[in-house]
């Protein structure tokens, strides 16, 4: 169905029969990393954006399910109305679900990352919120990744529904646990995400410039899943979760295109932490001891 190296063609919804997603292993033999089954969804990367597939998906069983194609979805999507905002926005959860839950999975059997200790801040402080900033912030969002197709009138637009927050090395942005208020977008600095563990926290990520923070939280409407602490000086745009599901929900250009920025998020995300279960998965089955687990992501985003 899906081989190594071949480019990302679309998404594949089981609905009857198995397959088994495995990847290329020293010796020019296989490694199964999973087995999927009636009802499981993969290459959904490719409704989002080009990418390559690093797995093989083989029939282990007769098949039936649906191909939808990227093409048509990202016209399908790309139409103005509920129907399309609803498609888009599924599409958003079941990436962060699926993050959720490798994430968690990479916690469970990865014993090589100790557990991460947030610097403090070098002295008390107080959060610096301004609608500009202190330097010229609005001249540099569209340097940053998350506005890479947006044009000039709707960053502007996501720009004014915010104000800056400025933060000092070691202050956290929130905690697990911590009502989900706002997203960050980050502008300057980095952030680290830890997930909370019996055996201390576990970082997931260190995110840089235009990257953004806290989103999953704000659009279940819920409390945010782990601990988001500033790793060097970091200056945010910080939009309210309410104005941000107006953004996120509306019907206009910059509503598609800010669904379309937190998949593209996701998808990073995804990607690596796919490659770290992978390689987790290929060292343990060369030592003999076989990584059992739901089922990875099957691409990976192309590189720019």
Known sequence: MVRHGDPARGAFLLREGHAEVSVPAPGGNSIVLARLGPGDLFGEMALVDQGTCIANVTAAAPLDGWFVEREAFRGAVSRRGLAARDLQHALTMHLAERLRAMNARLAAVDREDAPTHPPAPDAPFEPVRSR?????????????????????????????????????????????????????????????????????????????????????????????????????????????????????????????????????????????????????????????APLAGPALWVETAQSR
């Open 132 to 288: 500009k900033g202190s330097f010229d912030a609005a001249r540099f969002l569209a340097k940053l990744p998350f506005f890479d197709r947006f044009p000039a009138d709707e960053i502007d637009e996501v720009f004014a529904t915010g104000r800056m927050l400025e933060l000092p090395r070691g202050a956290p942005l929130y905690r697990a646990g911590d009502p989900a208020t706002a997203v960050y977008l980050v502008v300057r600095g980095a952030v680290e995400i830890a997930r909370p563990s019996a055996a201390g926290d576990r970082r997931l990520a260190i995110l840089g410039p235009g990257q953004p923070v806290g989103f999953v939280g704000a659009l279940a409407g819920g409390t945010h899943g782990a601990h988001a602490t500033v790793r060097e000086a970091a200056a945010f745009l910080e939009i309210g979760a309410e104005d941000f599901r107006t953004l996120y929900f509306g019907d206009g250009g910059v509503s598609v295109r800010v669904r379309a920025a937190t998949q593209r998020h996701l998808l990073e995300s995804l990607a690596r932490t796919n490659r770290a279960l992978a390689r987790l998965a290929t060292h343990s089955r060369l030592a003999g």
